[in-house]
């Protein structure tokens, strides 16, 4: 909801923290502010929030920009997470846009323009990203590996408690 609200244009999250930190009393304060830093970050839906929260950080990824401008043979277009320096993209489809025919069908025509630019394209839902961010870290960043990146992954709290049951 915070997000849709900023993306809509009738609010900032900046406007939403100042308010939030003129109040004195706020449940989850800490969360929710954030969450709008995340959204000024160019998080749009939970499942990029999710991502960013899941995925990239607590596996130490380097870090993607967000809603990155493009074009398309549509017309203009905003990939979700751009790895520019390694000429990756990270599209993460969730509900909101990615369920009809010709929502499919756009992101396709996206998919192919992307790899005319020479930018590899990863498509990631919801499942990847909340149910399996472990492996999904590790499998980005095979592929940045693949394209330059010299890091490798961090294990965070989740794959350590994983190590330790199995």
């Known amino acids: ?16 923290l100042g308010s939030l930190g003129a109040r004195l009393r706020v449940a989850r304060r800490d969360w929710l502010a954030s969450v709008l830093r995340d959204i000024a970050d160019g998080t749009c839906s939970v499942l990029e929030h999710g991502y960013l929260v899941h995925v990239e950080r607590p596996h130490v990824l380097p870090r993607g920009e967000r ?4 074009a ?42 992307a790899a005319v630019a ?5 498509r990631i ?8 961010a472990c492996t999904t870290a ?14 490798s992954v961090t294990p965070c709290q989740r794959c350590r408690r994983s190590a330790r049951a199995g």
Not at 127 to 132: A, I, T
Not at 138 to 151: D, Q
């Open 67 to 70: 809603q990155q401008p493009g």
């Open 138 to 151: 590790e499998r980005v960043a095979k592929v940045l590996n693949r394209r330059g990146w010299t890091g």
């Open 72 to 113: 398309s043979a549509r017309g203009a277009v905003f990939r979700d997470v751009v790895y520019e320096e390694f000429a990756l993209v990270v599209e993460l489809d969730g509900r909101a846009f990615h369920s009809a025919v010709a929502e499919r069908d756009r992101d396709l025509e996206r998919d192919l323009d």
């Open 118 to 122: 020479r930018l590899e394209t990863l």
């Open 1 to 16: 909801m915070l997000a849709t609200a900023c993306n809509s244009r009738r609010t900032t999250p900046a406007r939403l």
């Open 125 to 132: 839902g919801y499942g990847q990203v909340f149910e399996r």
